[in-house]
């Protein structure tokens, strides 16, 4: 090897380097840090809705679907409970049913007549509408640490009605706080409570920062 491709050779690592050092790398897209494009698209989405589809996404259904010990009521998201947790997760699993993204069948185990969940796609969804949460297995009925699997006899049976009527809501950047009234009867004359939610808008849909009831 000649003397100059010896001192070329050289000169590269010691530029290479001084690259690295001085931190002058090609900047790395994060691909858990939303695109400005994609999240103000969103957020536009969203101020596009009418107040009963805005209702619908984020608020009414959700009330509907997770009642009695297992409603979704927080002012710190690592407070909400391990079994609530997991039946938010079959609360967006049958939306999602609903709207034809997932099969009805795709957690349905044959050998046992049961549902299998396993614990990693639980805690995928759930990091896509909380920011931080606390999911203690042992807290919750059905999982088996074999199959690190949560099983359940049915992923259905959310039922009944609700009469929700928006009373406010307001946009900031990327936040949105509304407040729905639930009224006792389709005649809208009674309000038995109310509840204000507060969202985070991402890329590609929402996180939940707070749900709080008022008794009326």
Do not use: H, W
Not at 35 to 57: P, Q, V
């Amino acid at each position: 090897m000649s003397g100059k491709r010896v001192l070329l050779i050289a000169l590269l690592a010691i530029c290479v380097f001084m690259l690295i050092a001085c931190g002058a790398e090609p900047p790395v897209n994060d691909p858990d840090q939303p695109a400005s494009d994609d999240l103000a698209a969103n957020i536009d989405f969203y101020k596009s809705l009418s107040d009963n589809e805005l209702m619908y996404k984020i608020a009414s259904d959700l009330d509907l679907c997770l009642i009695g010990s297992n409603e979704l009521l927080f002012t710190d998201p690592e407070t909400i409970p391990s079994e609530t947790l997991f039946m938010f997760f079959v609360y967006v699993f049958n939306q999602e049913v609903f709207e034809g993204i997932k099969d009805p069948l795709m957690y349905f185990n044959e050998d046992v007549d049961k549902y299998s969940v396993p614990v990693r796609d639980i805690r995928q969804l759930l990091q896509g509408y909380f920011e931080r949460f606390i999911f203690d297995l042992s807290q919750v009925e059905g999982y088996e640490q074999a199959e690190d699997s949560i099983f359940i006899n049915t992923m259905s049976g959310f039922g009944g009605a609700r009469f929700p009527k928006l009373e406010s809501k307001l946009f900031d950047k990327d936040r949105l706080t509304m407040t729905v009234a639930y009224y006792d009867g389709p005649e809208y004359q009674k309000i038995s409570y109310t509840k204000t939610y507060e969202v985070r808008f991402t890329s590609d849909g929402f996180m939940y920062l707070s749900i709080v009831r008022t008794e009326t």
